[in-house]
């Protein structure tokens, strides 16, 4: 496994083949540093526009033609969002308790797979592997249905926990191929030691693999938060109660007017509420995440 | 979250806490579905009722595009809410497909159901029996800004009665001012025309959709001239471009700009434009036909059911006879601006404050709601031969060629 | 560890993730293909009809049309997500602050529902109240606001726009880690031989990443064909029906128009193209490594 941090600085010291980038290298970090400063404009732009848009009061937000800051600011379209029938704190309750459960079925059924898949001798194993990956080319829309319905025979319906079954379908195959990449980026070396000191495989995935795959571990529980807090139809199909439905859900209620119409401030006072404990995640785990990727992603 | 385990053991304490105490009052809560456009007005009456009862009702807001989904896989489930309130354009196939409960006994003798807008209890009623009536009512009407009016020196008191009054007084606002234009509709989105265009075209007399393959739809005085109309606005640019491509999302915020002349929209659109802009000068009219003194409306809104399997019928059958009570659509509806199920109810107090409440309820008085299978196919739905007849008429051109198609495609709808 | 043991226990670790797909997803599957042979209603009932929703398919126009608008929007879409997500890649690789805030802010719309994200962009797009709209005229590339959904091509574009937005910075980070984890031996012993960084980039770090490259067109490929939300919400399937995507129609068909059987069988339709088409890419580029 790659260390980051060591790629970059060599090619910038060093003798005199390396020096005579560094030369070139001046007009060039201009350029980079350019295009970095306009891709970050262009990617946070519509989110700029949107805050800006949210803080602007209904009357303001369908003016036409529109101004890109507001003339007078008002927090209205947030204190919709806010009070929307069961309140934004028990949205945002059931959002999390969803994901919660979600990342530990996701992790608790990828984990051992992959370890499986990356370590052992398996009959058939690429076959099964496909297998376990063919639920992405599934329309789940069409699946929705008849799922529900054997959900509610057995008594999975409007519970937390059969949404974040569904949400664990959804996310499954991702996650067992980034953890199958994590695990085969190990070198044997490592579990050949833990045999030689009469482990168990059970031993060795918790004592000696689960630590170096923490960054794949992270990269999957990332993702399938993200999946879940966002995921709006299962959820819908799954509750039955204003008091179990999840942000999404409660998103698309908020800014519905008659006919179609949208209430576009309230959209962007939406986009914004929901999208922020998810930068807070992001930002947070930015060290694990970046490395995860590194070791999940290449084989 | 809900486990089976607990909640059976739940119900087992309770039914023992019955049988000890046989006498202790039992409150339940109900469940209502709303779609989430009406949900405003749904809270209403549900708080209303739940400062006056013991049994509560609790309100869940379904998105207004699943809500057919949701009911329906909720009732192949056999877990459904006690009430429903809905889109009255799904009466039908619900009512055919067996999702109500037959409320005929119960209700059809209160002498407040027949107090309800016709249009109401038409659409509740199949094959001679009764499943529903009205709940949260809402009507089709022309807005129009009376400062635009003035500006192309017309009469802001004067709306336009018939078709080629609002075409002539359309061309004049545009004339009038190069950035404002003099009619708007939503170019994309079948729900907003059959609300808004189609009163135009039956208050001419024609009629719409077809109740069964054997009926000729499209058929009449007016389809023909509605169309030729708006092609005529549209090619002469007195309705904005954006029109064409609206699915709806602007039905509202356009003429909230300010730079609409007219545009066919609902009773709720007075609410919205009192509170937040109250700088827009505003007038309401009946939907004119053809000739003088033709006009009509769409009577929309919600219509409130019990789904079949609902665990408590008989309170819900209650609170349906309540919210056509006196206080209930005077205290929830009248008062907070809504119109009343009741067309006695028109003239009432607190819409004497602001007559164009009064306009609006009207026009209950003078529409109609078209009673079809499939409805939301032929109508509603993306690309239905509804929208699709009237993008070819106004933006390909074809008026004839429009008609046929949309002839052809919802006889045979409706022959499913 | 005897290698018969070793083979029982890999068993072992993968049997609970297929059950799990084996009954949360095969047997939904199965029911979804008994379904697909009857007339099933959204509204209940139904009865058995063989293979009569199959032959429909096949002379449903619409379906076939759809079909044809998401190859078309896959084939548009694909090519810019990688061609663009690798050159960010590219450009963030460096592990310096501001390239690490670039990426940062690259993979930030990921993170927004599509729904949201969907109407944010038709509210940008709007001819009246859209921003972007706004901005492209004040920037001189348009002369007054243009209507961006009332011509297919248009409207792909927007679409294009919207969605390489949102989904580029999945592809960026995955590139990224690929890129980084070249053996920097190599990279060393290109520069001594004097290679410059485009050169650098054709002979190493192209063939290197080709693996990662091909597994991300084969995840976005799969994504594409299954599109659905962001043309339900930014184009109705407008104008006349041309942007209906393969599973816009498969939902139009079972929810609006109650047709849930007949939903099925597009369903079982488009999942075996999709897996033609999968093993297709899969096969070619494992000859390609061969």
Request: include cysteine; glycine fraction near 8%; aromatic fraction near 10%.
């Amino acid at each position: 496994m790659t260390v980051l941090a060591e790629a970059a600085p060599r090619i910038t010291t060093g003798d005199r083949g390396i020096a005579r980038v560094a030369g070139e290298a001046r007009g060039v970090r201009y350029l980079v540093g350019a295009a970095c400063i306009l891709v970050i404009t262009l990617m946070l732009s519509p989110v700029v526009l949107s805050f800006l848009a949210s803080l602007k009061t209904p009357a303001e937000s369908s003016a036409s033609p529109p101004s890109y800051l507001p003339h007078s600011l008002s927090l209205e379209n947030y204190a919709k969002v806010y009070d929307w029938q069961a309140g934004l704190l028990t949205y945002v309750g059931n959002s999390l308790g969803v994901a919660a459960i979600a990342i530990v079925l996701c992790l608790a059924l990828s984990v051992p797979t992959a370890y499986g898949l990356a370590r052992f001798k398996i009959p058939f194993k690429e076959g099964w592997f496909i297998l376990l990956l063919a639920p992405l080319m599934i329309p789940y829309q069409a699946l929705l249905t008849p799922l529900y319905l054997t959900f509610s025979k057995i008594g999975l319906a409007n519970s937390m926990l059969g949404l974040a079954i569904v949400h664990t379908v959804l996310q499954l195959p991702f996650s067992i191929y980034m953890m199958r990449n994590s695990f085969e980026s190990i070198p044997r070396e490592i579990e050949e030691a833990a045999v030689m000191d009469g482990s168990t495989t059970f031993q060795a995935l918790r004592n000696i693999f689960l630590p170096l795959v923490t960054p794949g571990i992270v990269t999957v529980a990332l993702f399938a938060f993200i999946n879940s807090w966002n995921e709006f139809l299962s959820a819908l199909i799954f509750m039955n109660k204003e008091t179990s439905f999840t942000v999404p859900i409660m998103l698309t209620g908020v800014r519905a007017g008659r006919l179609g119409a949208v209430d576009w401030g309230s959209l962007q006072a939406g986009v914004i509420i929901s999208i922020l404990p998810c930068i807070l995640i992001y930002l947070l785990l930015q060290k694990y995440y970046v490395s995860g990727f590194l070791s999940g992603a290449v084989k | 979250m809900s486990l089976p385990i607990l909640g059976r053991m739940a119900i087992a304490l309770s039914m023992s806490a019955a049988i000890v105490l046989p006498t202790a009052a039992f409150a339940e809560t109900l469940s209502i579905f709303a779609r989430a456009s009406s949900s405003n007005a749904a809270q209403h009456m549900v708080d209303l009722w739940n400062t006056s009862h013991d049994d509560k009702i609790e309100l869940t807001t379904i998105p207004d595009n699943q809500m057919v989904t949701k009911l329906a896989t909720s009732v192949q489930a056999g877990d459904v809410p006690d009430l429903i309130s809905f889109d009255l354009i799904f009466m039908p196939d619900f009512m055919r497909a067996g999702f109500l409960t037959d409320l005929t006994d119960q209700l059809s003798a209160d002498p407040n159901q027949a107090k309800v807008a016709q249009a109401f209890r038409d659409l509740a009623t199949y094959e001679g029996k009764l499943y529903g009536t009205g709940f949260t009512p809402d009507v089709s009407i022309l807005l129009y800004n009376k400062d635009l009016f003035r500006k192309a020196g017309l009469d802001p008191e004067s709306p336009p009665k018939t078709l080629a009054q609002l075409e002539e007084y359309a061309t004049k606002i545009r004339e009038s001012d190069p950035n404002a234009y003099g009619y708007y509709f939503s170019g994309s989105c079948g729900g907003c025309n059959i609300f808004t265009q189609a009163p135009m075209m039956w208050a001419s007399g024609a009629k719409l959709l077809p109740a069964s393959g054997d009926d000729t739809p499209m058929d009449g005085t007016g389809v023909r001239e509605v169309l030729q109309m708006l092609q005529n606005m549209w090619k002469n640019g007195v309705i904005p471009e954006s029109a064409e491509a609206d699915t709806g999302s602007n039905f509202q915020a356009t003429f909230e700009t300010g730079i609409i002349g007219m545009q066919g929209s609902g009773g709720f659109a007075i609410a919205s434009l009192k509170t937040n802009h109250p700088e827009i000068d505003f007038g309401i009219a009946p939907l004119p036909g053809v000739e003088q003194g033709q006009a009509s409306s769409f009577v929309g809104g919600d219509v409130i059911a019990i789904p079949t399997g609902a665990k408590h019928p008989d309170i819900a059958l209650e609170f349906i006879r309540w919210q056509l009570s006196d206080e209930a659509q005077l205290e929830a509806l009248a008062k907070n601006f809504i119109l009343p199920s009741r067309t006695d109810l028109a003239d009432n107090d607190y819409f004497k404050a602001e007559p164009r409440y009064i306009t609006t309820a009207q026009a209950v008085g003078i529409g109609q709601t078209p009673w079809a299978f499939h409805f939301n196919d032929m109508v509603n739905a993306d690309q239905s031969p509804w929208l699709t007849m009237l993008q070819t008429a106004i933006f390909d051109g074809d008026i004839d060629g429009a008609i046929e198609g949309a002839r052809e495609t919802m006889k045979a709808i409706a022959a499913q | 560890m005897g290698s018969a043991l070793s083979k029982n226990q890999g068993f072992l670790y993968i049997l609970p993730a297929l059950l799990f797909v084996a009954f949360f997803v095969f047997w939904p599957l199965g029911q979804l293909v008994y379904i697909s042979l009857t007339d099933t209603s959204l509204l209940g009932g139904g009865k058995f009809i063989g293979l009569d929703n199959y032959i429909r398919a096949f002379e449903d126009k619409t379906f076939w049309r759809a079909l044809w608008f998401t190859v078309r929007y896959t084939v548009v879409i694909t090519p810019v997500l990688m061609g663009i997500g690798f050159g960010l890649a590219l450009l963030t690789a460096p592990n310096r602050p501001l390239q690490q805030l670039t990426r940062a802010t690259v993979f930030l719309p990921v993170v927004i529902g599509l729904g949201s994200s969907s109407l944010l962009w038709v509210w940008l797009f709007d001819q009246q109240v859209g921003l972007f709209n706004k901005f492209l005229v004040d920037i001189g590339v348009l002369a007054a606001p243009a209507v961006w959904f009332t011509k297919v091509d248009m409207a792909l574009i927007a679409v294009t726009i919207a969605i390489t937005w949102k989904v580029i910075g999945f592809g960026t980070i995955l590139f990224v880690a690929g890129i980084q984890s070249i053996n920097h031996e190599i990279t060393e012993a290109a520069l001594i031989d004097g290679a410059n960084y485009w050169q650098r980039v054709w002979s190493i770090i192209l063939p290197l990443s080709l693996r990662i490259i091909l597994l991300t067109t084969l995840i976005s490929v799969i994504g594409s064909m299954l599109a659905f939300d962001q043309f339900y919400l930014m184009t109705g399937g407008g104008p006349r029906g041309q942007t209906f995507t393969s599973v816009y129609w498969i939902y139009q068909n079972s929810f609006v128009s109650f047709k849930l059987g007949y939903g099925a069988a597009l369903s079982i339709i488009l999942t075996l193209i999709i897996l033609v088409f999968a093993s297709i890419q899969v096969a070619l580029s494992n000859r390609s490594h061969a």
